[in-house]
């Protein structure tokens, strides 16, 4: 039996060699351009998460001060509702010293009355301020999220250029990733 060997030219060895630099070459700058957006996309992702989680921290402490504010006002109504039962039993009374007691008791009703509104009028100030730090903290977690969800795109397609070996894709990509970029070196401004 005989049997045949093909040996392939220089030429043809030259030629497979020279499409395999080029693959490698395409993939190597492609892998090191999808590590740089995954370094970048993480650090953007943890800026992201730790504004979104003050955000939250602050609208919680703004509900905290809502419900001290609330139960500052439910105070105040107590005391509103005593002050005009003291005038009540006050207006009832024939003793004077019953009378005087009565009015006496309203007077310190009235007094503490006007320091809860103060109190509760300063927690629903305090709320409404911590709820805007809120919603101004959140605006630049938005704007980062949108950016990495365009470096995402990016490595995708990244990817799909080495799969593929369509050139044109890491147009696409680079495109992506500079748009993710941008969008996210906007949330800090």
């Known amino acids: 039996m005989e049997e045949?060997?093909?040996?392939?030219?220089?030429?043809?060895?030259?030629?497979?060699?020279a499409a395999e630099k080029k693959r490698d070459g395409l993939?190597?700058?492609?892998?090191?351009m999808t590590a740089i957006l995954s370094t970048i996309g993480a650090l953007i992702s943890y800026q992201s998460g730790a504004a979104q989680?003050?955000?939250?921290?602050?609208?919680?402490?703004?509900?905290?001060?809502?419900?001290?504010?609330?139960?500052q006002w439910a105070f105040y109504e107590s005391k509103s509702t005593k002050?005009?039962?003291?005038?009540?039993?006050?207006?009832?009374?024939?003793k004077p010293e019953m009378k005087s007691r009565f009015l006496t008791d309203r007077d310190k009703q009235e007094r503490q009355k006007m320091e809860i509104k103060m109190e509760a009028e300063k927690l629903q100030a305090?709320?409404?301020?911590?709820?805007?730090?809120s919603e101004a903290?959140?605006?630049?977690?938005?704007r980062m999220a949108l950016g990495m969800t365009f470096i995402q795109i990016a490595v995708?397609?990244?990817?799909?250029?080495?799969?593929?070996r369509r050139r044109w894709l890491?147009?696409?990509?680079?495109?992506?990733?500079?748009i993710g970029l941008v969008c996210s070196a906007i949330a800090f401004f």
Do not use: C
């Not at 890491?170 to 500079?178: D, E, K, M, R, V």
């Open 4 to 17: 045949e060997y093909e040996v392939p030219s220089p030429h043809e060895h030259a030629v497979e060699e």
């Open 27 to 32: 993939a190597q700058r492609v892998a090191l």
């Open 53 to 71: 989680n003050e955000a939250m921290f602050l609208k919680n402490q703004s509900i905290l001060k809502q419900a001290e504010a609330s139960d």
């Open 83 to 94: 002050s005009h039962l003291d005038d009540v039993a006050a207006s009832l009374t024939d």
């Open 126 to 133: 305090e709320s409404r301020k911590l709820g805007e730090e």
């Open 137 to 142: 903290t959140l605006k630049p977690h938005e």
């Open 156 to 164: 995708a397609l990244a990817a799909i250029t080495v799969l593929t």
């Open 170 to 178: 890491i147009w696409g990509s680079l495109t992506s990733a500079g």
